[in-house]
């Protein structure tokens, strides 16, 4: 390995710096608010004769789910789970940190392995799973691993071997509200031009009272769903070279679509936005229509967070010059090396994919990663009136799995191109912002060719 760039070894130091600031504002978070037993700062591990499992999970929909059947859980197995939940940014850190330290006391963490699981197999992170496959365990659930979809497992492959089991199986689609366009006397757009024709016309005649459409805008956060549009524009993260293509006419062409809808039919303030926002406009009526992903869904029908149950729809995302191309990307459980309890931990992941559990969340709104489920035909004759199954199933069908750049510093290459992002919202030089993304991408491409 060559030695680390005077470039690289800053990055490091500015990654360094931040996971430090990071670990105090952890300690304060558990010193304040943590209910977990006083030993659990030591970092030991738990035992298996301590039949306890540490779960450290991102503030997802899945999450609500799996808490409620915990219980049958401990009933069967004898084994608590206690779950650790950060919303997603803390998650991440969170994660990275607790695996820096090497004294962890977690057993399973959630992982997307198109985001992070390169790294983490690249540092030793994971505990490839594999030699669990085929050892006799307690018959708390049936797991077969052929009725995952192929992609959704193959995701948490890398050199041959399993590193993590799929939880659900997400692609973004278009979600709208009908009473909204039917209002206007609109139809659900199936092409770019006819998207930005809807959301315009809604934004128009409301005199700006309704939200014509709202998209996560917020730099990195962003770049999971411009993907698609990226791809739909006929653009990709890199050139079949393998250099950065950033700043190709499709991907500018992309850049510019999104940011010029965001800017003029989207919400004021669409370049701060998350999904946690973007959802919460949707979901008080507040917006036309919302790109995001299919397994919000949770969000938008649940009377208890929407105003909107009755009048959700859902599409595929619309067709721009080379077709409609979404992505697919998914939530998988993984192992972490350093736990005392692996086999409990196995156990619990058994259980928590197995087709079971998989029906149960995805009659809740999360999409399966098991292919059965979507054929059950109580959940098609469910399901078939808003449009999601057909939505969800269509773009699986055609989606691409390239949905980050092909790197391991996948959020640093994320943060770059979000920054572009953020400047086709605002109305700065989409072209000038692509060319710095793309310089960046090209930086850390080859200093990972380099490594």
């Known amino acids: ?17 931040r996971i430090l600031v990071v670990m105090v504002s952890f300690s304060v978070i558990a010193c304040t608010q943590s209910n977990e037993p006083a030993d659990r700062s030591t970092g030991a591990a738990p035992s298996d004769s301590d039949r306890e499992l540490h779960l450290l999970a991102n503030d997802h929909p899945w999450v609500d789910h799996i808490r409620t059947a915990l219980p049958e859980f401990t009933a069967a197995t004898g084994i608590t789970v206690n779950v650790e939940v950060y919303p997603e940014e803390q998650f991440r850190t969170k994660r990275t940190v607790e695996m820096l330290s090497g004294i962890s006391d977690i057993d399973v963490f959630m992982i997307m392995p198109g985001n992070s699981l390169s790294e983490y197999h690249q540092r030793g992170w994971v505990e490839p799973l594999d030699p669990y496959f085929d050892r006799t365990v307690d018959a708390v659930s049936q797991f077969d691993r052929r009725d995952f979809f ?6 948490g492959v890398r050199d041959g071997a399993h590193y993590s089991i799929p939880l659900l199986l997400e692609t973004s689609i278009l979600a709208y509200n009908a009473d909204i366009l039917a209002t206007y006397d609109l139809i659900v757009p199936t092409t770019m031009d006819e998207l930005y024709h809807v959301a315009g016309t809604v934004s128009r005649k409301s005199e700006g009272r309704i939200i014509g459409i709202t998209m996560r805008g917020r730099g990195a956060s962003a770049t999971s769903q411009w993907v698609d549009f990226l791809h739909s524009f006929g653009g990709d993260w890199v050139h079949p070279d393998g250099s950065a293509a950033i700043d190709s006419p499709e991907s500018i062409a992309a850049l510019r679509f999104y940011g010029d809808i965001l800017r003029k039919y989207g919400p004021r303030d669409a370049a701060g936005n998350g999904w946690y926002e973007s959802l919460s406009l949707f979901a008080r009526g507040e917006a036309a229509m919302i790109f995001d992903a299919n397994v919000f869904r949770t969000h938008y029908e649940d009377r208890s967070r929407s105003e909107i149950v009755d009048a959700v729809g859902y599409a595929m995302i619309p067709a721009g010059p080379a077709g409609a191309v979404p992505h697919t990307s998914h939530w998988g459980l993984a192992i972490y090396p350093g736990s005392g309890n692996k086999d409990a931990a196995w156990l619990f992941i058994r ?7 998989a029906l149960r969340a995805h009659r809740a709104g999360i999409p399966a990663a098991r292919e059965s489920v979507w054929n059950d035909p109580a959940v098609r004759g469910r399901d078939s009136e808003s449009g999601w199954i057909e939505a969800s199933t269509r773009s699986y069908e055609v989606a691409t799995h390239r949905w980050n750049p092909p790197v391991v510093r996948v959020d640093d290459a994320r943060a770059s191109v979000g920054e572009a992002i953020v400047a086709a919202i605002l109305g700065q030089d989409v072209a000038a912002a692509a060319a710095r993304a793309n310089d960046q991408l090209n930086t850390i491409l080859d200093e990972e060719r380099d490594e």
């Open 351 to 357: 259980w928590a994919t197995a087709r079971e559990q």
């Open 150 to 155: 192929p992609g959704a497992l193959a995701g």
């Open 1 to 17: 390995m060559r030695a680390v760039s005077n470039g690289r070894s800053a990055h490091g130091i500015t990654q360094l710096f």
